[in-house]
């Protein structure tokens, strides 16, 4: 029905908001700031990474669920028959079958991910977009920066949807001969 | 004394209950003017994304390509300072020195719309090819004109089956506003960076902010979910 | 021109044909489909197209409300000439206005039905009389409503679509079809999406249309309903009319060999 995969019901917070909220907020709880994880969570780097998965993992386990879900009753059963139960029902069976279903939706979340680094620039972090913004901000040669960052992201995006491409491959490489 | 939570979130002369609730309100109307926005690029990406020559078809290409795989700030950027450049350069030829900007919430709203635009342009193009070929035929076969046939039939099936995926991108314009606050639109983000920034109550105002983001993101994805399900009565048996 | 098998002497009325096609062709690519048609039909007549499959006899039909553009030839509707202009190796449309307008007189029924899913069974059948011929939609509506109640589908006025048995939907196409009053309606297979349980009631519709004295062109695999019902049958093969005459002549058989084995084939299979 919906081609876009799950929805993202859970994850209705801007990344932005949840970058400042551990960035800025977390710091106003006294014990955290005592405590051995202070080191790390003072860093904008640290911070945005747990952004990152913090936000990722919410739409990560419905991406599971769903390719979980989606494996064919009438494959598990011939599991069953074959006296498979438990961890190796799930180890053999289950498991790659979901793997292969929830590959596609988890390649577009990765390449979300890509873009979504680009907002660590805003808590001082200098990535790639944070360079940008320095560039911009001091020769105001928009255009060109736009063209030239952008292209960067483009090559990694790309990138990243073809490692997906190629690990899908491999995985269907049984039913190669159907394609052919 | 310092102030309770109630006092900094209420509407007396140290809440910022009405800030807030200002900047909800532009937070809302920035979203709405850039999904609709959106949806022009989108219903003209589709267009070009269908079209039988091969140069329209590239330039839809890529502009989906380029405003969907480039992150959403750096769009931001493009807009409001390439806006700014080309407006000053404009104004500077014309014989008026300086240097001039355009308004973050205008140049805010096209990036928002741009980039809504390149997902839309996606779904509206699915959609369509998902149409019964059958029924256009028994259209024209009516002597339905183009533009009839648009209107009446290929319209409404096209925005009925596009709808669950739009809201779904209704949903990423609402969270893209909040990257409007880079470019100093006084948005919920914004709004609530200042008041935790003179109240020193980070925590407690970024929470607030999350969760009206949230209860606006629930409150129109209801309505859409009462629009997806009146469009989707005639589908069912 | 091809000799054509004919069971009578080609008609002596002196009226405008409400259709006369005169050498049609068309081509997809390199492929031949129509290989020069010429046929007439008379107001009140109802003719049957009949053919294997390939034989054209689909695209002949669609020629004729202009679904399909024929690649060469005249075509001329009410003894209006339709204005086609050739392109390339094909033909285009010349007045899309007069194409717009002569399709609501050559009203078309389709194989799988088409009914805007979108829209109740009533709205399906007011469509094109309130916005392609822009009659008042009070008029239209009563005269909707008489046409489903005619067809059987009162009850069902308010029904998507998708909430009718074929059947129904196919009654609901023939009404469309119907309220627009055109002078001609071609039935494109009208029951070859249709369960076998479900084939009679469109059947029996079609019927009374041609008991009424409407003008229908039928392209159909009912051989014995093509047999009972029309006035003359039209048997095409390989984009050419290889047979025409009155129904009781041709299947007595005898007056053209690649229908009587075209018959035979139907009645083993």
């Avoid at chain 2, 002597?143 to 319209?155: A, D, H, N």
């Avoid at chain 3, 007011?126 to 009162?154: C, T, Y």
């Avoid at chain 3, 039209?234 to 075209?262: H, K, T, W, Y």
Wanted: net charge positive.
């Amino acid at each position: 029905m919906d081609r876009e995969g799950p929805r993202r019901t859970v994850s209705r917070h801007p990344l932005l908001l949840q970058i400042f909220l551990i960035y800025y907020g977390l710091g106003q709880i006294a014990p955290l700031r005592h405590s051995a994880l202070w080191p790390f969570l003072r860093e904008p780097y640290w911070c945005a990474i747990l952004a990152l998965a913090l936000n990722t993992s919410a739409y990560t386990a419905e991406i599971i669920r769903g390719a979980v879900q989606a494996v064919p009753a009438h494959e598990i059963e011939a599991g069953r028959a074959c006296g498979m139960s438990g961890f190796l029902l799930r180890r053999r069976i289950i498991w790659p079958i979901a793997l292969r279903q929830g590959l596609a939706v988890y390649g577009s979340e990765a390449i979300l991910m890509i873009k979504a680094t680009s907002l660590a620039s805003i808590i001082t972090l200098t990535e790639l977009t944070g360079i940008a913004h320095k560039l911009i901000s001091s020769t105001y040669r928009v255009f060109e920066i736009f063209i030239v960052t952008g292209a960067i992201y483009l090559a990694l995006t790309f990138l990243m949807s073809t490692a997906f491409a190629l690990f899908e491959r491999q995985l269907h490489a049984h039913h190669a001969h159907r394609r052919a | 004394m310092t102030p309770g939570m109630f006092d900094l979130l209420g509407f007396g002369p140290q809440g910022w209950g009405l800030p807030l609730l200002q900047a909800a309100g532009i937070t809302i109307s920035a979203a709405l003017c850039g999904f609709l926005l959106g949806s022009v690029f989108g219903i003209g990406g589709a267009t070009l994304k269908l079209a039988r020559s091969p140069v329209l078809r590239l330039i839809g290409q890529a502009y989906t390509t380029i405003f969907r795989g480039v992150p959403e700030i750096l769009v931001v950027y493009l807009f409001y300072f390439g806006g700014s450049v080309v407006l000053t350069t404009l104004l500077n030829t014309g014989g008026f020195p300086g240097f001039y900007s355009l308004p973050s919430f205008v140049m805010g709203v096209f990036a928002v719309g741009i980039v809504s635009g390149a997902y839309q342009a996606e779904v509206y193009r699915s959609a369509y090819l998902r149409l019964d070929r059958g029924q256009i035929e028994a259209g024209a076969s009516c002597g339905m004109s183009k533009f009839l046939l648009l209107r009446r039939i290929i319209g409404p099936q096209t925005l009925r089956f596009a709808l669950p995926a739009l809201g779904n991108i209704w949903q990423s314009a609402l969270k893209e506003t909040s990257l409007l606050s880079v470019i100093g639109l006084t948005e919920l983000l914004r709004q609530a960076g200042t008041a935790a920034g003179s109240t020193r109550q980070p925590l407690l105002f970024y929470a607030v902010a999350a969760a009206m983001f949230l209860v606006i993101g629930r409150m129109t994805g209801a309505v859409l979910g009462r629009m997806e399900n009146h469009l989707a009565k005639p589908w069912r048996r | 021109m091809a000799s054509v098998n004919r069971s009578v002497v080609a008609h002596n009325t002196p009226a405008v044909p409400a259709i006369s096609v005169n050498d049609l062709h068309k081509r997809y690519g390199t492929v031949e489909v129509l290989k020069g048609i010429d046929f007439r039909a008379h107001d009140g007549e109802v003719v049957s197209i009949l053919g294997a499959s390939g034989s054209g006899k689909s695209t002949f039909l669609r020629c004729l409300n202009l679904l399909e553009l024929p690649s060469a030839g005249r075509l001329q509707i009410f003894g209006e000439k339709v204005n086609l202009r050739p392109s390339g190796s094909n033909l285009r449309i010349g007045d899309r206005n007069q194409v717009d307008r002569l399709r609501t007189q050559v009203a078309m029924v389709f194989q799988n039905f088409c009914l805007w899913s979108h829209m109740t069974v009533l709205e399906n059948l007011m469509e094109a009389p309130v916005h392609v011929q822009r009659r008042s939609r009070g008029q239209v509506r009563d005269e909707a409503e008489a046409m489903l109640k005619r067809v059987g589908l009162i009850d069902r006025a308010k029904a998507y679509p998708a909430q009718l048995s074929g059947g129904q939907q196919q009654r609901a196409a023939i009404a469309r079809a119907l309220v627009m009053k055109p002078r001609v309606l071609l039935f494109d297979e009208p029951t070859s999406a249709l369960d076998p349980e479900l084939v009679g009631e469109v059947l029996k519709v079609m019927r009374d249309l041609a008991a009424e004295g409407r003008t229908m062109l039928i392209v159909t695999h009912e051989m014995a309903f093509a047999r009972d019902v029309s006035s003359r049958i039209v048997f095409l093969e390989q984009g050419r009319i290889n047979a025409e005459g009155l129904p009781q002549e041709l299947f007595r058989g005898g007056v053209s060999e690649r229908f009587d084995q075209f018959i035979a084939r139907f009645n083993q299979g």
